[in-house]
């Protein structure tokens, strides 16, 4: 082999090679669930992902042992690796499946040209809408028994609460059977992928940071049982 097609084939491989096989990091959807919550809840960690505004001071406070900072903040276009898989799939299900018409188009082709741009199928719709029909379902019983509650007082009022309630609670299990279904449908590390590149750069998540958070997520993930 010449000098010159060496040199140019190197340049070929160094183009192709994604951001992280270049920086020698594991991509951010082959990390385990006990990497994503170790690294995520490390206070000092938790403390330099604080939103720009209004943070410089809570970063300079010092932390005691084993105190974590009162907010758990993460941004998944800067952190993906830090979410977990149900976050992820809760958030596209909510916002691929809205019931605002606008919401929903402007978000799929959003993912749509993401998932072109990384090389994954695009039109994944029918099958998680397929997988997802349980929940999705009662998503929309939940949202009209919500939109009769202004205005509605005392038993009334209760009595659509408690039917909110009873629809809410097998609602973690659904996503969680919904999420292994579309895993199984379009393939585990494709679908995984599709999480990590294709949906987490328009997902942000802000919650309470403590010692019980690991345990949230966790439950969430194993579909809380």
């Given at each position: 082999m010449n000098l010159g097609l060496g040199l140019w084939l190197?340049?070929?491989?160094s183009?192709?090679?994604?951001?992280?096989?270049?920086?020698?990091?594991?991509?951010?959807?082959e990390w385990?669930?006990?990497?994503?919550?170790?690294?995520?809840?490390?206070?000092?960690?938790?403390?330099?992902?604080?939103?720009?505004?209004?943070?410089?001071?809570?970063?300079?406070?010092?932390?005691?042992?084993?105190?974590?900072?009162?907010?758990?903040?993460?941004?998944?276009?800067?952190n993906p690796e830090l979410l977990l898989p149900w976050e992820l799939f809760n958030s596209l299900l909510a916002r691929a499946f809205s019931q605002n018409p606008q919401t929903q188009s402007v978000y799929r082709e959003t993912l749509e040209t993401r998932a072109r741009a990384a090389g994954l199928r695009p039109d994944i719709w029918s099958t998680v809408e397929s997988c997802a029909t349980s929940f999705l379902q009662a998503k929309r019983e939940e949202a009209e028994l919500g939109a009769r509650l202004p205005g509605t007082l005392g038993l009334q009022k209760q009595a659509l609460l408690d039917q909110i309630a009873q629809?809410?609670?097998?609602?973690?299990?659904?996503?969680?059977?919904?999420?292994?279904c579309a895993r199984a449908a379009l393939g585990t590390s494709s679908f995984n992928r599709y999480l990590y590149e294709v949906v987490a750069p328009s997902v942000t998540v802000t919650s309470v940071g403590d010692k019980e958070r690991q345990s949230h997520l966790l439950f969430a993930e194993g579909g809380c049982q």
């Open positions: 190197l340049i070929l491989v183009a192709s090679a994604s951001p992280t096989q270049q920086d020698g990091k594991k991509p951010s959807w385990s669930l006990d990497e994503r919550v170790t690294a995520r809840l490390n206070p000092t960690n938790m403390r330099a992902r604080l939103r720009p505004s209004g943070a410089q001071a809570l970063r300079q406070m010092p932390l005691q042992e084993g105190q974590y900072p009162t907010t758990d903040y993460v941004d998944g276009s800067r629809i809410q609670e097998p609602q973690c299990g659904r996503r969680a059977a919904a999420l292994a």
